[in-house]
């Protein structure tokens, strides 16, 4: 039997660690958590809506929240951050999160944080590539692409995996290709991962991607 889990879950507090930070009691956790969805969501939602990119690769590897009593500090880790560099694009973004959250008595401040090497993350790489197979670009070379790009951001290996009806065959099937290392059994090797899904005409497909980064 395969036992699977998160590689990210798997890491906590070894190399990994949590995109949220706060405290809640118990009977608020889920209150909370709700109110964290709607933040990433609603930040997505906005960059989605005003990014008019070629690449159509909106760049955020990941959003972090920490709370306090009176303040919540949303920091953006993004690979481009054209659009919201802006004043005014940061403005309008806090207004409608703080709409979003009907928050009155909370301070709400967002950052952003540009990260070096955008392609060494797998949410960057997971656009990139729902990008190439909506654009209808054979899913190999998309795939061969994608590690081309990782390599040069200096990762250590990658494993890349689709599934659903690939270039619209009848029949569903899951397609994979692996470049270099990827020790996904050992807690001491720092693994990201990201699943995405991207709507094609021929249906729903499921991207998943494993990066080795560095090993402790």
């Known amino acids: 039997m395969g036992q699977k889990i998160n590689p990210l879950g798997f890491r906590l507090g070894a190399t990994q660690g ?3 930070r706060w405290f809640a009691q118990p009977k608020n956790y889920s209150e909370n958590l709700q109110e964290d969805q709607k933040i990433r969501n609603c930040i997505k939602n906005y960059i989605q809506k005003n990014m008019k990119m070629a690449s159509s690769v909106e760049g955020i590897a990941w959003i972090e929240i920490q709370k306090r009593i009176d303040l919540i500090q949303v920091i953006i880790y993004m690979g481009f951050p054209k659009l919201l560099i802006e004043p005014r694009k940061m ?3 806090q207004i409608n999160v703080k709409k979003e959250l009907n928050s009155v008595n909370r301070k709400l401040n967002i950052a952003i944080t540009r990260i070096a090497n955008p392609y060494g993350h797998p949410n960057i790489l ?3 590539l729902a990008g190439q197979l909506k654009n209808r670009v054979s899913f190999r070379k998309a795939m061969k692409k ?12 990658i494993q890349i995996q689709i599934a659903g009806r690939i270039d619209g065959k009848e029949i569903a099937r899951v ?3 692996r470049e270099g290392r990827v ?4 807690i001491r090797a720092k693994i990201d991962y990201c ?4 709507e094609t005409i021929y249906g729903v497909l499921g991207i998943k991607i494993w990066i080795f980064v560095e090993e402790d």
């Open 126 to 128: 997971a656009e990139f």
């Open 91 to 93: 403005e309008e973004l």
């Open 146 to 157: 994608a590690i081309e790009l990782t390599e040069q951001a200096g990762t250590k290996g």
């Open 183 to 186: 020790p996904l059994q050992t």
């Open 175 to 177: 397609e994979w290709i």
């Open 18 to 20: 949590h995109h949220s």
């Open 195 to 198: 699943s995405y899904t991207v």
